[in-house]
């Protein structure tokens, strides 16, 4: 008699406490439906990235000086700098420049330590490509000015998209005029 008092003790006690954990599972997915979608619909809408976001990298042909700083600061000597010695002059004259965007791992260092300010990183990040050989820029295509997705009538942009602390996406649509994104 003892025992089956005991039994059912025991297994009141474990039904309270898989209810109790069915109940928090239930509130955990009561709280993810009130929140709004984190998922923006690229590519007709598009994120702008932060002011300091390490981009393609954007050169100015006409300010290097050849002095391939930027190939040994870099941690994998990925800057492809070919120049020739001027012997009348005594000075370095670029003929070609290049970066494999294939292998660069955008970390900046090129950019922060080029004395003459000839590199820049820009907003860009749409780089892919069906052949990866497309990616070796050359100083033409490092040349181009960066796309501005904010001149871009067709996509909606979404600025300063961040997750406060209580998960919640937050942002702001450019619709022409501006207005809230979440909330
Ligand atoms: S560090 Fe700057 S100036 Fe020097 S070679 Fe590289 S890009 Fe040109
Ligand atoms: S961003 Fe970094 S990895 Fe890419 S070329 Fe510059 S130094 Fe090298």
């Given at each position: 008699m003892f025992s089956i008092i005991n039994g059912l003790k025991n297994y009141s006690e474990q039904a309270i406490q898989a209810g109790r954990y069915i109940g928090q599972g239930f509130l955990v997915t009561l709280d993810h439906m009130n929140r709004s979608p984190?998922?923006?619909?690229y590519p007709y809408e598009k994120l702008i990235p932060s002011e300091r976001f390490r981009g393609r990298i954007h050169f100015e042909f006409d300010k290097?000086?050849?002095?391939?700083v930027c190939v040994r600061v870099c941690p994998i000597n990925l800057p492809v700098v070919d120049w020739e010695l001027k012997k009348t002059v005594k000075k370095k004259q670029l003929k070609n420049y290049s970066i494999d965007f294939g292998v660069?791992?955008?970390?900046g260092n090129c950019v922060e330590y080029c004395p003459t300010n000839c590199l820049s990183m820009t907003e860009?990040?749409?780089?892919?490509?069906?052949?990866?050989?497309?990616?070796?820029?050359d100083q033409t295509a490092l040349g181009r000015l960066p796309i501005s997705l904010i001149d871009d009538l067709i996509i909606e942009n979404i600025f300063n998209f961040s997750f406060s602390p209580n998960g919640k996406g937050e942002g702001h649509i450019n619709h022409r005029n501006v207005t809230n994104f979440v909330n």
């Open positions: 984190i998922t923006i619909q290097c000086i050849a002095c391939e660069c791992i955008f970390c860009e990040y749409e780089l892919s490509t069906y052949n990866r050989y497309e990616l070796n820029y």
